[in-house]
């Protein structure tokens, strides 16, 4: 994957982010089945997986550039988005250890790592940034170490303190949220902060996640995806913003629909951090139009029926209900009713053109 080296999306109005044929084929599609229903869905997150980007530790793709200069923006008008407590400063080096390690080794195109005992040197080619440091001297940096890192790295991401058989959202830098906010759930426990999710918790879901993460070991992070739906390719769908991108949910017509409508997949990714006993969370975010998905047969088949069939009370809580009736009307017409073959994979080498 080229990443660009220059920013070329918009992700305000006006909007302006395309997707590369090989972009669109990397896109994690989060629907292996027909319907949809909440579950763990938790896998190893090894390097390997049925689609491109699930394949690095961290991914990083062609809106690289675009979406670090988009959380910048964001950061620079409110910068409460990332927020740490003191508590925590020993994960955030473990962070910073995690990030510069697995980006240097992946990308070696991209970013490299010297060591010379505690004196470290970063470079990041794609932001033009050149830092020498003393790993655990946050003097050393310009900004705190968590905050200086997660500013290089597309998606979001969370830090968890492991304390009384709970997990608690002490920090994190969030910037390209669905309608969550950071400020809000900062320092609740793993079951207050998904105490909205419906469905879930009378399944018994959260219970069997809470259990699984408390035992994540140090070297074998997991991951998942989840997913809602987004108006215009806005990264940014702050509940802090909602004034501003709220309205856009009863803009969607049958003629605009497949522009204007994108799935909204979060890879998220889980790891222990060797030090602090932290829990860092990571959710990487990918926009795409109805109009690329439908470029692939089987995931516009395939999300027609997983949206014409959802729970209602998951169609409220994504927020879906304004357009989803006019999102599967216009999905129809791409859905031939044909068999469709098991899990996510594209099921095509190349597409067509556009």
Not at 201 to 230: C, I, S, Y
Request: a negative charge.
């Amino acid at each position: 994957m080229i990443a660009q080296a220059s920013v070329k999306d918009s992700y305000r109005p006006p909007y302006g982010v395309t997707n590369s044929p090989e972009t669109i084929l990397r896109f994690p599609f989060p629907f292996p089945e027909d319907s949809y229903m909440y579950s763990m869905n938790v896998e190893p997150h090894v390097r390997g997986g049925p689609v491109v980007a699930m394949q690095n530790t961290f991914d990083i793709d062609e809106h690289y550039v675009a979406e670090c200069t988009e959380k910048a923006r964001i950061l620079a008008e409110d910068p409460r988005r990332c927020i740490v407590m003191p508590h925590m400063r020993e994960a955030e080096w473990d962070f910073v250890e995690l990030a510069m390690e697995t980006l240097s080794e992946q990308y070696p195109d991209y970013f490299a790592l010297m060591r010379d005992g505690a004196n470290w040197h970063w470079t990041n080619r794609l932001l033009g940034l050149e830092q020498a440091f003393v790993f655990g001297d946050a003097e050393t940096l310009p900004h705190p170490p968590f905050e200086y890192m997660a500013r290089q790295m597309q998606g979001d991401f969370t830090l968890h303190d492991q304390r009384e058989d709970d997990l608690w959202m002490d920090g994190g830098m969030v910037t390209a949220q669905a309608d969550w906010s950071l400020k809000f759930d900062l320092g609740m426990s793993f079951r207050q902060w998904h105490a909205p999710v419906p469905k879930a918790a009378e399944l018994g879901v959260f219970d069997r996640g809470l259990r699984f993460l408390l035992m994540l070991q140090h070297g074998k992070p997991v991951r998942r995806l989840n997913w809602t739906m987004t108006i215009n390719p806005r990264l940014d769908t702050s509940p802090e913003n909602y004034l501003v991108w709220g309205a856009d949910r009863a803009s969607v017509t049958p003629d605009n629909a497949l522009d204007k409508v994108h799935l909204r997949v979060e890879l998220q990714t889980l790891y222990r951090l060797p030090r602090s006993h932290a829990i860092l969370f990571s959710i990487r975010c990918y926009l795409l139009p109805l109009r690329d998905i439908v470029r692939v047969p089987k995931w516009g088949r395939r999300l027609h029926r997983v949206l014409g069939a959802l729970d209602p009370a998951l169609s409220s809580y994504k927020g879906l209900d304004l357009y989803r009736p006019t999102v599967v009307s216009v999905l129809s017409r791409y859905d031939d009713g044909a068999e469709l073959t098991p899990g996510i994979l594209p099921d095509l080498a190349q597409l067509e053109d556009a």
